[in-house]
């Protein structure tokens, strides 16, 4: 019998905390960083995002397509991508003063491209171990509390080596990122020495992906994770703005973030319980609503509402953590209930092309809308700009993603 032990788990998971570590400042300080600091302008960033993004989304299936078929080097293609995430982390945030656009977009690609070959295969991993169908949620929960508190240190680190040393700060974490790579891939290299991996059957013929979305629930399911992951990936792009530029409180982002991500660590245990009590899908609905709820109030408040904005961190935070777990879960079922252990990695590529594809297109709709509306980032704008773009039209798009999740229910029952 596979031993998952929370020792044995934590060496699979552990990996998850230099994803997690590094997707902050890709994902949110990157931009920031090369329109205040290098004088990039935001529109060129969101539309160079945008296509960057899409690019590197179209390439998540054939990254889960290349992991299948050379199912016996999985091992090593995780060692290439945490290689090529490094690689292009240190690059964003140690820029050369010529040609500034094109290693901006050279240097987001590697990094990017790092980041989903390691992301789809550790969640692939995840997929295939050989371990009871009870214990792969708790599996799953492990491997994302463990990205949430991933998160967590990346949220206040930048500050906190801002305050020490200056604009090299991001030079202090590329080390950091090194030695936790290093550290982690050590451990996992021992649980995957000693762990069995179920070996996929002899790929088909037929086309993967179009045998994964034949499954009406799965395009269903699909479906609803985009646009979730679409009205989620706006106010990402845009918490740095929003907070030191509508909000006037630059000084809390750090203090936002991690109530925001250690709610959601903390209302794990609860996600799991729902997912048991009713069903992942009944929860992740659940998740939805109690998002859409707390999150329309960040349109109501103004400036200085440093108070009323907590709150918003606090319960639309509990919802991330559903985000993070329940998904992955449910594509294990749709793995094990349909027997295609042989599309595992092809199923997480699919997942990571949406969310990578709603990050793109938030980067190349949102940036771009605020620099026509004339908006020059570390200057205030208190009028309706920001409460329309970083929380209504968020909240227009997840009510559709409930109402597509309410149709994966009916057509379950």
Known sequence: MQNTSIY????????????????IPIYLHAPDYYSVIMGLEIEIIGFSLLFLRIFDAFLD????????????????IIYFGAFLLFSGFWMIFHPINSNILIWFCLSIFICTLGFSVLSINLQAFGGLWDVPREKITKIITIRESIGLIGLLISAIIPTALYSYYGEENFHIFSIFLFFILIITLIFFSRWHKFSVIKKPKKISKNDAFRIILKNRNAKLFFTSYFLSAFAASIPATLIIFYVRDYLMAESFLGYFLVVYFTSGALSMPLWKFLSKRYSCTQAWLFSMILAITTFIWAY???????????????????????????PSSIIAEYIYINKHEEYAASYYSVNNFLSKFSLAIAAGIALPILGFMNYKPGLPRVDD??????????????????????????SKT
């Open 8 to 23: 044995n788990v934590l060496r699979y998971s552990l990996i998850a905390f230099p994803l997690a570590f590094a997707g």
């Open 61 to 76: 299936p054939l990254i889960g397509l290349v992991s299948d078929r050379y199912f016996n080097l999985r091992d090593k």
């Open 300 to 326: 109501f408040i103004r400036s200085q509402d440093i108070t009323e904005f907590f709150i918003i961190c606090l319960f639309s935070g509990m919802a991330v953590g559903a985000n993070l777990a329940l």
């Open 385 to 410: 700009l920001f409460p329309i773009t970083y929380a209504l039209i968020p909240c227009i798009i997840q009510a559709t993603a409930i109402f597509v999740i309410l149709r994966l229910i009916k």
